[in-house]
Every structure is written in C-alpha cells, then in structure tokens.
C-alpha cells in the first residue's frame, strides 16, 4: 500500500495541494481529459449525478454542463473549500464532506456517479467501488478515472511507493470483485504522456 493510500495523510496532502491544486492539475488531468471522459457517458440533464473525491470542483464543472442536478463529495474540507468559492456551497452543486468508503446517501440514488483523480488514495478500492455502485441506480453509469500503471520496472516500484496505480486488467478484476459485469477502459492523457490516465466506465445491471 502506498503512503497516500492512507486517509489522513491523504488529507493531510491536500491540505497543502488545495492551494496550488488548480495551477498544477491541469498538467495531469485538464479539459480535453476531461471532455474525452464525459463523451465516454450517456448524461440526461434531468439525471442525479455524483461526484465522489471531488476535490476543487473540476470534474463537477463539466458535470453541470450536462447535468442540472449534480452532487460533490469529498473527505478534504480544504480541497471542498476552493470548490464552494468556485460553485458555491448549495447551488448549483450540493457538496458533501464524506468518505468515500461510506457514502452518505441511500441505496439507488444516483443516475450517475463519478471519480476522477479519487481512486489511488482508497484503502480498499474493491470496497469503494462496491459502495458507489450501492448507491447507484439500476441501469446506472459509473465512470472512474485513476492513474495508469507505469511501463518501466523503476517507475513501477515508485509508483507502488505512493498511491494505486493500476492497468486495465487490475481495473477488470476491481470492478468484477465490487459486483460489476459491463465495464470498458480507455487511457487518455495529456499531449506529453496520452497513457497517463485510465478511465473505467461501468453499467450497473437491471
């Protein structure tokens, strides 16, 4: 497990990164990423959607473009205060300070669900993703954007060191262990390294 993979040094980082996080995310996981994800789902405006981890309210910009009922959680108060300066605290997006493991909302809630940049700090992934897919409707999309497993041996170790990284088999088996059967992965990333990023989309079953 890596360092991060630990909540409170998870939030105790993004006390730190929340305030630079907007000048530097951009680097790993910027628009076009982002509009590459949204394309990979099927939003109706009128759909419940969740953002979980969602950090200075990024991803859950894009989400309002689709989406008139969106909802922000993440554990980071820090993280949770630059997107209330962006979106505000109850409109348009209502944010939630939460665990992820622990999601605050009741079986079939949400049309969609959403993570980016959430994943690789969860202590138990496989039970995360059994979580968001509790709280998501039937015949649901969930879609999950983490971080692709290095290529090289050094890389891999340091990697390992940090915080989850993971391929598309890893992610198959995820998904499969937290009770999902339809999922497709696609990497993306930026012009300088387009395999950075590994972006999951899952259906729930009827």
Partial sequence: MGVLENKARARLFYKYLSKVYDRVNPFIWNEAMRGQALSMLDIDETDRVLDVGCGTGFATEGLLQQSDD???????????????????????????????????????SFDVVWSSGSIEYWPDPVATLAEIRRVTKPGGQV??????????????????????????EEADRMFTEAGFEEVEHRLMGPSYDPDIAITSVARVTE
């Fill in 70 to 108: 969106v909802h922000g959680l993440d554990q980071s108060p820090h993280q949770l205060e630059k997107a209330w300066a962006k979106l505000g605290k109850h409109d348009p997006v209502k944010f939630y300070l939460g665990d992820a493991e622990r999601l605050p909302f009741a079986d079939d």
């Fill in 143 to 168: 879609l999950v954007v983490g971080p692709n497993y290095p290529k090289t041996g050094i890389m891999q170790k340091v990697a390992d060191s940090i915080m989850l990284f993971y391929d598309a």
